[in-house]
């Protein structure tokens, strides 16, 4: 992977103002001002934070893989409709029309595609579809971005050439605990603007994108032919990471401080813990293999593996209410013995 200068691009802050904000109240107690789609965001402060700088020509797609979580999708669409900087196009690829059921969306901007189930296989049909937009931002079915999020993202790809990917800041992460629900990410999100104020705008370098939120450049795509492993199966354990460090072989990789949202972490939808746990184990260890020291160290693969191996030993017996432990180390379990006699392939989790 080529050097990036952590210091080759540097924002000043959206805004001189003070870093707090006092919100009024209503008799009622909504905040006065709020917006009518009451999305939790006071419009006030939607006006004090709106970006300063100047639009760029960049063309942005927004790509999210789905299946079976309507009511969540459709949070997550809300909050793209709030943007300053709206996408050029939303692309959706589900499994089967009832992954959409009931979804609403401005007409003209939204794209729906099919696919066989499998978040590589759906992110690809979405970068082949997307092959004329400048910048794929892919976002998980239930993560909400600040409504700068989208600004925020197209000036620090058009500030820097050399950056290739760029994943946002994630400011509360459901898929840590017992997850959020949509009305709690929102106010994260305020309170995370009215504890702030102005955010200093930096990007740090990284190992690698977070799937959950990142940004793409698609001329760094194409020229290369990078394409999610299909290999990996359904959920697509650690796919972000093999994808997006593919692509910093040949530019920067960056973690945008003021592109901030929330990881609801929404527990359905996410395959069974035996198909997790045989991908825990298989995918790090072909990961390392394919890249032979290169994208994915074995290092980084082992520590990987010995991490969740632990975790799912040591909490098999009491485990979390909204953790399958139990189903994950039985996956793990199965596939040591799977590389024990020679037959481990991350397919396999895929017919669990």
């Known amino acids: 992977m080529g050097t990036w200068r952590p210091d080759s691009f540097a924002f000043k802050a959206r805004s001189s103002g003070p870093h707090r904000c006092a919100v009024s109240r209503s008799r009622e107690g909504a905040p006065l001002g709020t917006d009518v789609r009451q999305t939790g965001i006071p419009v006030d402060l939607v006006t004090l934070l709106a970006p300063r700088d100047e639009p760029s020509d960049l063309?942005?797609?927004?790509?999210?893989?789905?299946?079976?979580?309507?009511?969540?999708?459709?949070?997550?669409?809300?909050e793209l409709d709030r943007q300053y900087r709206r996408p050029d196009r939303v692309i959706i690829c589900a499994t089967e029309p009832a992954d959409l059921d009931g979804i609403a969306f401005g007409p003209g901007t939204l794209t729906v595609l099919y696919s066989d189930p499998g978040l590589p296989r759906q992110r690809n049909k979405i970068l082949d579809e997307a092959g004329d937009a400048d910048i794929v931002v892919f976002l998980d079915d239930d993560f909400l971005p600040a409504p700068d999020y989208l600004s925020e993202m197209e000036a620090a790809f058009a500030n820097?050439?050399?950056?290739?990917?760029?994943?946002?800041?994630?400011?509360?992460?459901?898929?840590?605990?017992?997850?959020?629900?949509?009305?709690?990410?929102?106010?994260?999100?305020?309170?995370?603007?009215?504890?702030?104020?102005?955010?200093?705008?930096?990007?740090?370098?990284?190992?690698?994108?977070?799937?959950?939120?990142?940004?793409?450049?698609?001329?760094?795509?194409?020229?290369?032919?990078?394409?999610?492993?299909e290999r990996l199966q359904l959920y697509g354990w650690q796919e972000d990471v093999d994808f997006t460090r593919r692509l910093g072989r040949h530019g920067g990789i960056a973690r945008l401080s003021a592109a901030r949202g929330v990881h609801l972490g929404t527990k359905s939808g996410r395959g069974s813990g035996l198909n997790l746990g045989y991908s825990q184990i298989a995918n790090p260890l072909y990961?390392?293999?394919?890249?032979?020291?290169?994208?994915?160290?074995?290092?980084?693969?082992?520590?990987?593996?010995?991490?969740?191996?632990?975790?799912?030993?040591?909490?098999?017996?009491?485990?979390?209410?909204?953790?399958?432990?139990?189903?994950?180390?039985?996956?793990?379990?199965?596939a040591i013995k799977d590389l024990v006699s020679g037959r481990l392939r991350p397919e396999r989790a895929g017919r669990l």
Request: some cysteine; hydrophobic content about 40%; proline content about 5%.
């Open 160 to 229: 820097d050439r050399y950056l290739a990917v760029a994943t946002g800041t994630v400011i509360a992460d459901g898929i840590t605990g017992p997850g959020f629900s949509a009305e709690e990410g929102r106010a994260v999100l305020l309170d995370d603007w009215i504890a702030h104020g102005p955010i200093d705008k930096r990007m740090d370098p990284t190992f690698c994108g977070y799937g959950c939120n990142m940004a793409v450049r698609m001329e760094t795509v194409r020229r290369h032919g990078v394409r999610v492993d």
């Open 59 to 78: 063309t942005i797609a927004v790509g999210i893989a789905t299946r079976g979580r309507a009511p969540i999708l459709q949070e997550t669409l809300h």
């Open 287 to 334: 990961l390392a293999y394919k890249s032979r020291g290169g994208a994915y160290p074995l290092s980084y693969a082992l520590i990987r593996i010995s991490r969740n191996l632990a975790a799912n030993v040591g909490k098999a017996l009491t485990p979390e209410p909204f953790v399958d432990r139990r189903g994950r180390l039985k996956g793990n379990l199965l």
